[in-house]
């Protein structure tokens, strides 16, 4: 019966994609997922588009002079000058957190000799990955907030409650709880490449555990500790929901600066100036990572090789 | 002081760290579930499930959830194809620009998800496809689709081409090998990326923040409606809904591919 479809199938195949075209294959068999991704290269051009055009506070629409007025206005304001150095910054502190925390459990998690520990850290790590952004971040709220958990159990020991909640640090805490789960994933396969004979070695010619640590195992990863870093900040700098949820307005990233400016004030040529922004700076970051450690560094590309 | 004990005990510390950042929000969750009280506190009012029961008879609840399956069904159907296609494509066929085409299909990956929201709203909106459902289940296939390539790329690589030969030389036709030979090869691949596919469109917030309005909003964006305004526990309890979703995920890819395999060097 299956078979009988797949004859017809083939006859039917054979006539309107007959042999010839069979060099082509890879290509048909692309043009799908090609199509699809140039909805988003549509997308860019018109934010492109877009932001070129300055926004007219008398009708609310878009001029149709083309001008730089967008991206001046965002040079002008200290605002968004603010709002870039906080991603920046954010996306950096929590990169360098993440990633020390990452390495030891990856490391762990390769050389442990224990089938069932493996399994367990592989569990705890997958469970958060597969729960959202933003069911996580109610997590932390209900820890930080004003009559969360730790406040509860301050006051409950006479202490004064704290301001834990709606702040930088809160942001910071929420986003390296969130990208832990990355970060060891992407690091893992550098480790598990690395061979336990090479360590072993090292400390047979008398170096302690941190001076193989520092002088060949790191070394050794640093491609997994390139990707997986670059992958962090990116997602960091442009993240939105940890900033909105656990930051409450009082710690703004650029994700947030381009909703508000199309949800709150209705400037969509800024927005789309802030996007294109936004863009460029996470481009050019995964662009320097392919440069530095090569285009391995990402596993689709490394299938091939 | 250097010795392995320090070693042992450095890591461990670390990791024992990493595991409470981990789980603590979750297990938090679940803890604030089970409360007896109308608002969250420490320690809580007794143990009950009514907010569980609230919800089974809140229509909203179940109408998000409804709409969140849907759109992650959508998702991971238009995925399911597309994906596998394009990794055999990249992987097994000669094509020219490889690179070049590789690095195209990693976009999703590049553009931030504001701005792909942001971008797709507005493409939405001029093509009139706004207010439906199922344009938020393509444009979170669109968002993912790498981890789909990714997911089938990583088994087409045990696929052994000498079995295609072999099944063409016994007079198979392309299609017939397709689906007897190729496919079942790389099954464990397109079965790891649809789940993950489910999974991150399951979860996924900002995009959907974009592209939902309040008739079809769907249970992310729902939660965070929610959280902005008063938090009660039956938000704790939906939230559980999510935790339970990813333990099943969880055991199921264990199940069919094994954790480990994300453990392998490439």
């Known amino acids: 019966m299956t078979l009988a479809i797949l004859q017809r199938t083939d006859r039917f195949v054979s006539v309107v994609w007959p042999s010839g075209l069979h060099g082509m294959n890879g290509y048909l068999f692309l043009l799908p997922a090609v199509a699809l991704v140039f909805i988003l290269v549509i997308a860019l051009g018109y934010m492109l588009e877009f932001s070129l055009h300055e926004l007219d506070l008398s009708t609310y629409r878009l001029k149709e002079a083309y001008s730089l007025t967008n991206y001046q206005t965002i040079l002008d304001r200290p605002v968004y000058l603010r709002v870039l150095w906080r991603s920046l910054l954010a996306a950096l502190i929590v990169t360098v957190i993440t990633v020390f925390l990452a390495f030891p459990y990856a490391y762990l998690m390769v050389r442990t000799s224990s089938a069932a520990t493996r399994k367990f850290l592989l569990v705890a790590l997958f469970l958060p990955f597969f729960i959202g952004q933003v069911v996580r971040a109610y997590g932390w709220l209900i820890i930080l907030g004003k009559q969360g958990l730790l406040n509860s159990i301050l006051t409950g020991l006479g202490l004064p409650a704290l301001d834990l909640i709606y702040n930088y640090p809160a942001v910071i805490l929420g986003l390296v709880q969130y990208m832990l789960p990355f970060a060891v994933l992407l690091l893992t396969p550098a480790v598990a490449a690395i061979s336990e004979d090479v360590e072993l070695a090292s400390e047979s010619l008398g170096a302690n555990w941190l001076q193989t640590f520092r002088h060949v195992v790191i070394p050794m990863a640093t491609p997994g500790l390139v990707g997986s870093s670059v992958v962090v900040f990116t997602l960091t700098l442009t993240d939105f929901a940890m900033p909105e949820i656990l930051g409450g307005g009082t710690s703004d990233f650029i994700a947030n600066a381009i909703y508000d400016s199309y949800f709150q004030i209705s400037n969509i040529g800024l927005g789309a100036a802030l996007a294109i922004l936004l863009t460029l700076i996470g481009s050019a970051l995964v662009a320097l990572m392919f440069m530095i450690a090569g285009t391995g560094t990402l596993a689709v590309t490394e299938a091939e090789e | ?266």
């Open chain 2, 1 to 266: 002081m250097n010795g392995p004990r320090s070693k042992a005990i450095a890591l461990w510390g670390l990791v024992a760290f990493s595991l409470i950042l981990l789980s603590f929000p979750t297990v938090i969750i679940i803890g604030a579930s089970f409360t007896a009280g109308e608002i969250i506190q420490f320690p809580p009012e007794g143990f009950s499930l009514r907010w569980y029961e609230k919800l089974w008879q809140l229509d909203s609840f179940q109408d998000a959830l409804l709409r969140t399956f849907y759109v992650s069904f959508i998702c991971t159907l238009i995925s399911l194809p597309v994906g596998t296609l394009a990794a055999l494509a990249t992987v097994r066929y000669r094509i020219r620009f490889r690179r070049t085409l590789q690095v195209y299909l990693l976009l999703p990956f590049t553009i931030p998800l504001v701005v792909s929201g942001l971008g797709m709203l507005i493409v939405f909106g001029e093509v009139r496809i706004l207010g439906q459902l199922w344009p938020v289940g393509l444009a979170l296939c669109i968002i993912n689709l790498p981890f789909m390539i990714w997911a089938v790329s990583a088994s087409v690589n045990g696929l052994d081409s000498e079995l295609e030969n072999a099944a063409a030389n016994c007079g198979a036709a392309p299609v017939q090998i397709f689906f007897t030979v190729t496919l079942p090869a790389v099954m464990p691949g397109v079965i790891t990326g649809a789940l993950l596919m489910f999974i991150l469109a399951f979860n996924e917030f900002l995009v959907s923040l974009f592209l939902v309005d309040s008739r079809i909003v769907t249970l992310p964006v729902q939660i965070y409606n929610s959280i902005r305004s008063v938090i009660t526990p039956d938000l704790a309890a939906v939230s559980v809904v999510y935790i339970l979703i990813a333990v099943i995920a969880v055991w199921v890819l264990d199940r069919l591919v094994g954790l480990e395999i994300f453990l392998r060097s490439k």
